[in-house]
């Protein structure tokens, strides 16, 4: 059983910078796919960065390209999301997410239905 656990999150100031990790256990296969996903408040699952562990293909939400990186270790099983320039509509709780499926060019990288091991979140804040 794939297990994911989130650390890093925090409160910051806007115009802050945070790194989430995610370690990941328990699987044989590296996964697919991963990425993250945030959700605040009244609002539904957003897909913030993913990528194709295989060829290190990466995805970005409009709202954090050239502020947010997603990167992977694969040595240490361990996704990271590099957030510079934070702000206030950052605060939400962040998700790591993992996909055992292969979809090829079926994928899309944002829609939380086409990964099927979450984290249980990490809690990023964001002051003005």
């Known amino acids: 059983q794939v297990q994911l656990v989130e650390s890093g999150g925090g409160s910051v100031q806007a115009g802050g910078s945070l790194r989430l990790s995610c370690a990941a256990s328990?699987?044989?296969?590296?996964?697919?796919?991963m990425g993250w996903f945030r959700q605040a408040p009244g609002k539904e699952r957003e897909g913030v960065a993913s990528i194709y562990t295989g060829g290190g293909r990466t995805y970005y939400a409009d709202s954090v390209k050239g502020r947010f990186t997603i990167s992977q270790d694969n040595a240490k099983k361990t996704l990271y999301l590099q957030m510079h320039s934070l702000k206030p509509e950052d605060t939400a709780m962040y998700y790591c997410?993992?996909?055992?499926?292969?979809?090829?060019?079926?994928?899309?990288?944002?829609?939380?239905?086409?990964?099927?091991?979450w984290g249980q979140g990490t809690q990023v804040t964001v002051s003005s």
């Open positions: 997410a993992a996909s055992s499926t292969n979809y090829a060019l079926g994928w899309q990288p944002r829609n939380p239905d086409y990964y099927n091991y």
């Open positions: 328990g699987y044989t296969y590296t996964p697919y796919y």
